[in-house]
C-alpha cells in the first residue's frame, strides 16, 4: 500500500508570509501531483513533477520533487487570501495499465489579511 | 473545451439502498476514474475505467462497480449503502490510462441516513 503523509495539516498565516508543505512517503513514485481544493469542489490541479530532482515555479508557488522521488514541497511566497484552501499531494503509480493516484490527507491553508 | 460533469450535486439515501452517480468525462478523454474523499481526508481511488473495462481497482468491497459507456461517460454504483458510504464521490478524467494527469469533476455529496 501506498501512503503519502502531508504536513502541517493545519495552516494559519499573515498575508506576505511564506510557507512551506511537505508530502513524504516510503514508497517511490512515478508522478508527484499537487492540486488545490475548494470547500464543495473537486481539486484543481496545480503541478505534475515527473523527474527526482526536478523544481517547478507557478507564479508564487514552488514545487520540488526529492531525489529519489519520494517526498515533495510546495513553498509558496508571499501568501495572499487568495491562497486559501486546502492543498492535497497526489503520488502516481503503475498497477497494471492503470495510473493510480494515492493523495495525502491534506494541509488547509489560511492567508489572514 | 468541456471539463468533467458530475450529476447530482447531492444526494441524500437511507442505509440499505442503492444509488447511481453519473460523471461525462472532458472532451478528448478515454480514462475515467472514481475517488471516495470523506470529511477532512484526501480522495481515496475506487477504480478506473478504459475502453469500458475496469482497468485498475483500489481497496473498496465488490459493492462498488462502475460502468464506462462508448462516449466515455461512466457511472458509479454502489449497493446496500452504509453510514460510512456518506463522502464527497469525485471522478477524474484522463487523456489515456498511461497520461500523468487527471482532472477532477465537482463531485457529488452523498449522505447515507
Known amino acids: 500500500t501506498q501512503l503519502l503523509e502531508q504536513s502541517p495539516q493545519f495552516l494559519s498565516i499573515q498575508e506576505g508570509e511564506n510557507l512551506t508543505v511537505y508530502c513524504n512517503s516510503s514508497s517511490v513514485f512515478s508522478s508527484l501531483q499537487w492540486y488545490r481544493q475548494e470547500p464543495g469542489e473537486g481539486p484543481v490541479l496545480l503541478v505534475t513533477v515527473v523527474t527526482g530532482g526536478e523544481v517547478k515555479k507557478l507564479k508564487r508557488l514552488t514545487f520540488q520533487f526529492g531525489d529519489a522521488r519520494k517526498d515533495s514541497s510546495l513553498h509558496i511566497t508571499a501568501a495572499q487570501p487568495g491562497d486559501t484552501g486546502l492543498y492535497l499531494c497526489?503520488?502516481?503509480?503503475?498497477?497494471?495499465?492503470?495510473?493510480?493516484?494515492?493523495f495525502g490527507s491534506g494541509t488547509q491553508l489560511t492567508v489572514l489579511p | 473545451e468541456t471539463g468533467v460533469t458530475q450529476s447530482p450535486t447531492h444526494l441524500i439515501k437511507t442505509r440499505g439502498q442503492q444509488v447511481t452517480l453519473r460523471c461525462s468525462s472532458q472532451?478528448?478523454?478515454?480514462?475515467v476514474s472514481w475517488y471516495q474523499q470523506a470529511l477532512g481526508q484526501g480522495p481515496q481511488f475506487i477504480f478506473q475505467?478504459?475502453?469500458?473495462?475496469?482497468?485498475g481497482r483500489g481497496n473498496f468491497p465488490p459493492r462498488f462497480s462502475g460502468l464506462q459507456f462508448p462516449n466515455y461517460s461512466s457511472e458509479l454504483n454502489v449497493n446496500a449503502l452504509e453510514l460510512d458510504d456518506s463522502a464527497l464521490y469525485l471522478c477524474?478524467?484522463?487523456?489515456?490510462?498511461?497520461?500523468?494527469?487527471?482532472?477532477f469533476g465537482p463531485g457529488t455529496r452523498l449522505t447515507v441516513t
Open positions: 472532451s478528448g478523454h478515454n480514462t
Open positions: 477524474a478524467s484522463s487523456l489515456t490510462t498511461g497520461a500523468y494527469e487527471q482532472y
Open positions: 475505467y478504459y475502453r469500458e473495462e475496469e482497468n
Open positions: 497526489a503520488g502516481d503509480y503503475l498497477s497494471g495499465s492503470a495510473r493510480q493516484l494515492t
